[in-house]
């Protein structure tokens, strides 16, 4: 079992530890949407525009933006800032957001999201 909270290996690793007072979303299953007050949190903040990064790329990830897309956000994976246990699972996952011409979302390196929120 990974990934599940609770369980070994699971745990935030320190150097993205939630800052005092940011919230922490827990998900009961792939995707961040189902079960959780992600959705009421972004709408009651105004947020439409989201920015995907984690593990694993073609699971969790892509579940997520999926979910996030049919609820009217746009998405943003950030490629180098998520990963796969297997590197051509990810190459595939990029590769089908990519050919969807941005039906599900769009994907760019870190640096050039960054610079372009600067």
């Not at 990934?3 to 935030?12: A, H, K, R």
């Not at 579940?63 to 990810?90: I, Q, V």
């Not at 595939?92 to 372009?116: E, F, N």
Request: with cysteine; hydrophobic share 40%; charged share 20%.
């Amino acid at each position: 079992r990974i990934l599940i909270d609770g369980e070994p290996g699971n745990d935030l690793v320190p150097e993205l530890a939630a800052l005092p007072g940011e919230t922490v979303i827990v998900k009961p299953g792939k995707g961040a949407f189902y079960a959780t007050r992600l959705g009421h949190l972004l709408e009651t903040q105004g947020i439409g525009h989201l920015v995907f990064a984690g593990v694993t790329t073609e699971v969790c990830v892509q579940t997520t933006m999926r979910e996030a897309n049919d609820r009217g956000y746009e998405c943003l994976l950030a490629e180098d800032a998520t990963e796969s246990y297997f590197p051509e699972f990810k190459a595939a996952t990029l590769a089908m957001i990519r050919a969807q011409g941005g039906i599900v979302g769009w994907t760019a390196p870190t640096d050039t999201i960054v610079k372009a929120l600067r």
